[in-house]
């Protein structure tokens, strides 16, 4: 979040709301933008009632649970003024599902849930039109090395609390990473990206590769 919103600020000039539940991650993204044309809300996603031109959801919908989905498309709607777009970037699997992973759920995104192509349209239906739909999923093993080799590059610097990223810590990120990689290389999980409208974009909508 942080990051989309100080590279949309900094090239294309927008003013930018964003929203997180996390204070963590506030603090975070309000040094990361200062002196930026970026707002960040300590709120509950269904709590925001104003209206914006455009909206992005990265990493979200992964976390707001499968009973929600269609609250959290009624919410977008809500938000997006006549003619905006709505884009919306998630973590998927290749067959539908309602159980999380158990590992995962235990120790990395409780409650998390990667959805379906067929589970995000389903929710989208009667809601937005779907203009475009992309998916990354073959990039994102590279995305997941790259972080691998970052992670154990930062070790060194980590190690001064060995309490807290000690030897157990280690492990279990190194399979989270690499466990994850080898899912999207398979191709059992999938990147999407898709992007929708209130009732179909005037003139149509011209994909972005």
């Given amino acids: 979040m942080a990051g989309f919103a100080k590279f949309a600020a900094e ?4 003013n930018v709301i964003g929203l997180t539940v996390s204070k ?43 009973k929600n989905y269609k609250t959290f498309f009624d919410v977008a709607r809500r938000c997006l003024k006549p003619g905006g777009l709505f884009l919306l970037h998630s973590i998927g699997s290749s067959i ?13 995104f409780p409650n998390g849930l990667a959805p379906s192509l067929a589970q995000l349209a389903k929710a989208a239906e009667g809601r937005f039109v779907i203009e475009d739909v992309h998916n990354f999923g073959s990039d994102y093993d590279l995305t997941l090395m ?14 001064i609390n060995t309490a807290k990223y000690g030897g157990r810590f280690t492990r279990m990120w190194d399979f989270y990473l690499l466990s994850c990689a080898g899912a999207f290389r398979a ?7 898709l992007v929708l409208s209130q009732q179909g974009a005037l003139g149509g909508y011209q994909s972005v590769r």
């Fill in 11 to 14: 090239r294309y000039q927008v």
């Fill in 24 to 66: 963590e991650q506030a603090v975070y993204a309000r040094e990361l933008c200062a002196g930026l044309p970026v707002e960040i809300k300590v709120m509950d996603y269904r709590d925001f009632s104003g209206k914006v031109d455009a909206i992005v959801s990265i990493g979200m919908i992964e976390h707001v649970g499968l």
């Fill in 187 to 193: 191709r059992t999980n999938q990147l999407y990206q």
């Fill in 96 to 108: 539908s599902t309602t159980i999380p992973n158990r590992w995962m759920g235990k120790y990395i």
């Fill in 146 to 159: 790259a972080w691998h080799k970052n992670f154990h590059n930062a070790l060194g610097r980590l190690a």
